[in-house]
Structure formats: structure tokens, C-alpha cells
């Protein structure tokens, strides 16, 4: 970078930071006046407690994707046409309907009735427990097509000469094709990830006390607002940022590799 660059980017930096200030200064200038943080304080358990499950919730369903998405991609490829089409229509049901149909429909039709009653027998939530696995089926469809894509767009020369070392054909997935496809399919992997933590806050339409369901409690019962999503959107930050970190660092980690 040449010193006239380096002084237009300063100038640049100064003058986003002076009018984010501004833009700051002005809002909770007007705003300042009518919070009360001592009613977010009152409702801090509430508020605390949601975003613990949130993070449960997160955390079960970005492992559930992956399983989930790991057997949609083996479904895709598999040598039985009933399996890639089975697979096939689902995905392309998933994909083609909203996530809050999904959750309304999975929960109140179909697995509610089911696993309610064996659920409580385990002493287990079924509202938790179905909103996680409906949670980790939609991520998994989403993933499973990203997978595809990556595994697919490496060429042919690839999967021959790794059979004609004498690679089994789970030595050619974990040696040869999955190291590719994921450099190439991390970001979109990372962007789904992120969004899946988002979409957590959707379990509130069926009753799940995750940490949008509090908050949005703690603002209809105390007529708060700044006090309750300035907290909310933090929340959320604190949840999906070292996703977004830890892609970029795997990123810069695979470059630095090649």
C-alpha cells in the first residue's frame, strides 16, 4: 500500500468513525431519556436462562446438520435410484418451503403426537427436543446440497486415480474429495451455520423459552424497548460471531496450505 493510500484510507476510517459517533450520539441521545435498565435488570434470569438455551439449542442443532447433512449427500450418491430420489424430493421440499412452516407443521402434526407422551416419560422437554431436531433436519437439507456441490465439482481425474492407488471408497471421501470440497464450500457452510443460529429465534412459535421468546416477554410485560433489543442483537453477536471467526481463520488456514 503506497503512503497516498494509507492516508486516504486513514481519512476514510476517521470520517466512518466520526459519523457511526455521530449516529450513536444522536439516537440514544433521544432515546436516553426513556430507557430504564434497572427493568432488564429485574428480568436478568429470565433473560439469562433464554439465551443459555439458545446456545444449547445452537450448538445441538449445528451438529445435528452436519449428521444430517453428511447422510443427504451419501443419499444423493447412492447407486439406488429410489434412495437419490427420496433424498432428492425432500431437499427440494425443504428448500422450496419456509423454515416457520416447517416448524408448525413437524411439531403440532407430526412429531408432537408422536414422541410428546415418550418424550415427558424421559423427563426430557419435547418442545426442546423437536425444535432441535427440526432445527437440525433443516440445516442438514441445506448442508447436505452445499456438500454436493462441493464433492461434485471436483473432477473425475480425482476419484480415478485415488482408486488406482488402492483407495477404499471411504479413504477417497476422507483423503481426496472431502479436503477439497471443503475449501471450496467453507463459506457457504459458515453462512448457513450463521443463519442457523438466527433461525433459532423462530422456535418461539412453538413455545420455546429460548432467549427471543424471553426477551420479547421482558419487552411486552415492562413496555421496554432499547433495554430489550439492544441485549437481544448482543446476544446474538456474542453467538455468531466465532462462527464467522473460526471460517475465516480456516479460510486463511487452507490458502496458507495450497
Known amino acids: 500500500m503506497t503512503r497516498r493510500q494509507q492516508i ?3 481519512l476514510v476510517a476517521i470520517a466512518m468513525a466520526a459519523g457511526f459517533a455521530w449516529l450513536c450520539v444522536s ?14 435488570w429485574e428480568y436478568r434470569e429470565s433473560l439469562w ?8 439449542l445452537s450448538l445441538a442443532s449445528l451438529l445435528g446438520s452436519v449428521v444430517f447433512g453428511l447422510l443427504f449427500l451419501l443419499g444423493q450418491r447412492s447407486p439406488l435410484p429410489v434412495i437419490r430420489k427420496t433424498c432428492r424430493g ?5 428448500r422450496d418451503t419456509p423454515l416457520l412452516v416447517h416448524l408448525l407443521f413437524g411439531y403440532f402434526v407430526i412429531f408432537a403426537p408422536l ?12 418442545k426442546i427436543v423437536i425444535g432441535g431436531l427440526l432445527l437440525s433436519l433443516f440445516g442438514g437439507a441445506y448442508l447436505g446440497e452445499i456438500l454436493r456441490g462441493g464433492v461434485e465439482s471436483i473432477p473425475r481425474t480425482q476419484w480415478d486415480s485415488a482408486r488406482a492407488v488402492g483407495f477404499s471408497p471411504v479413504q477417497v471421501y476422507r483423503y481426496v474429495i472431502f479436503p477439497q470440497a471443503l475449501r471450496r464450500v467453507l463459506p457457504a457452510i459458515a453462512g448457513l451455520f450463521v443463519s442457523l443460529i438466527k433461525d433459532s429465534s423462530l422456535l418461539s ?7 427471543f421468546y424471553n426477551t420479547k416477554n421482558f419487552i411486552s410485560r415492562s413496555y421496554a424497548g432499547l433495554e430489550g433489543y439492544l441485549p437481544l442483537a448482543i446476544g446474538y453477536l456474542i453467538l455468531t460471531l466465532p ?10 488456514r487452507f490458502r496458507d496450505e495450497t
Open 205 to 211: 412459535v412453538i413455545g420455546v423459552s429460548e432467549y
Open 27 to 40: 439516537i440514544f441521545g433521544r432515546l436516553g431519556k426513556q430507557t430504564d435498565w434497572t427493568k432488564a
Open 115 to 126: 414422541l410428546s407422551r415418550p418424550l415427558a416419560a424421559q423427563g426430557l422437554e419435547d
Open 8 to 10: 486516504a484510507n486513514a
Open 243 to 252: 462462527v464467522a471467526w473460526l471460517s475465516h481463520w480456516l479460510e486463511k
Open 90 to 94: 425432500f431437499l427440494e421440499f425443504v
Open 49 to 56: 436462562a433464554g439465551w443459555k438455551l439458545t446456545l444449547v
